[in-house]
């Protein structure tokens, strides 16, 4: 069957002003489209030819024909039916919107393994020992400097892979990131510890079957092509069983992404640390992980002992002054 593009209902130009509403602020919002095609077919099916047909039991039987097991996945389909009734009442083209069926609550929060800087030396360390085997050139540094720029620098996995020869610029010690997950690229500075790991990979890469042409892959396979983002995480959890880590109650098993969410919280333990104000500082984070608000950046900041620790003593010292001076 020939697929079909655009929409076809009544609803199919406002649909397509909000997805274009959406990418406008840097959405791809391709799961999101699909989302919304079904929602278009539907209407066709049910021969819906207004907006004034549109009520809260139909879009509850448009819910039910998309079964999820899910909570997660039953609020995503909700989540961005609701987005685009919520656009069409603030553009004056309904009263209220139609959805009126609650989320599903979720049994299971999972509470991410937030890698801590001993953790972290572990991993690299084991990643270093890594044989060549497979297509990986270099497969133990490689994967050194991979995990190094993840936990250091709280890039997503597929960033880091598709990270060329010419997104280094080790004068500045600025990475350009480009293809981000919200289209726009950004400019990601680093260290003089990353420097030299990645001035060192570079100087391999010259020496490699490819060289160091600027559109070659930064971390690559000897057929040239870069390393799936998907192999990086099945080495990650190949390694995770020799790390001798304890996992707190309620934590699930360490995965990939939670690199991200340990750069995030120790960042904001720093800004603790340093005496800053971390909630007026979010937004640097924000920027910084490449997050088009900072709603999304909030999903990060996982609560640790160690944050709390700091978060106390930072109220204490508050108190404490605010007591003095109402005593005086």
Request: aromatic share 8%; hydrophobic share 40%.
């Amino acid at each position: 069957m020939k697929a079909r593009h655009g929409f076809a209902s009544f609803l199919g130009p406002d649909i397509e002003r909000f997805i274009a509403h959406k990418r406008s602020a840097g959405r791809r919002y391709a799961v999101e489209e699909k989302t919304l095609r079904l929602l278009d077919d539907f209407m066709l099916e049910r021969r819906v030819l207004a907006l004034e047909e549109v009520t809260p039991a139909l879009i509850d039987e448009f819910l039910a024909s998309r079964p999820r097991s899910q909570p997660r996945s039953y609020n995503h389909l909700r989540c961005t039916v609701g987005g685009l009734f919520a656009y069409l009442v603030s553009h004056g083209k309904v009263p209220r919107t139609p959805l009126q069926s609650p989320p599903r609550r979720s049994r299971y929060q999972r509470s991410p393994f937030i890698f801590n800087q001993a953790a972290a030396r572990r991993l690299l360390a084991i990643a270093r020992s890594l044989t060549d085997r497979g297509g990986t050139v270099d497969r133990g540094n490689t994967y050194y400097v991979i995990f190094a720029i993840l936990y250091g620098l709280g890039l997503r996995v597929g960033e880091v892979c598709r990270l060329c020869i010419k997104d280094v610029d080790l004068e500045r010690r600025v990475l350009t990131v480009r293809e981000t997950k919200f289209y726009k690229s950004r400019l990601v500075p680093f260290g003089p510890k990353l420097e030299a790991l990645l001035r060192q990979h570079l100087a391999r890469c010259k020496t490699g079957l490819y060289g160091s042409a600027m559109e070659t892959a930064l971390f690559r396979l000897r057929g040239g092509r870069a390393i799936n983002p998907g192999t990086v995480s099945l080495t990650f959890h190949h390694l995770v069983p020799r790390l001798g880590l304890t996992i707190p109650p309620g934590i699930s098993p360490p995965r990939l992404h939670d690199l991200r969410h340990a750069c995030a919280v120790g960042t904001l333990a720093r800004w603790y640390r340093d005496g800053g104000d971390p909630q007026a500082r979010l937004h640097i984070l924000s920027t910084f992980l490449g997050h088009v608000d900072i709603n999304s950046t909030a999903v990060y900041l996982t609560t640790t002992p160690e944050l709390l620790d700091l978060a106390n003593q930072r109220f204490e010292a508050f108190a404490a002054t605010t007591l003095r001076e109402g005593l005086v």
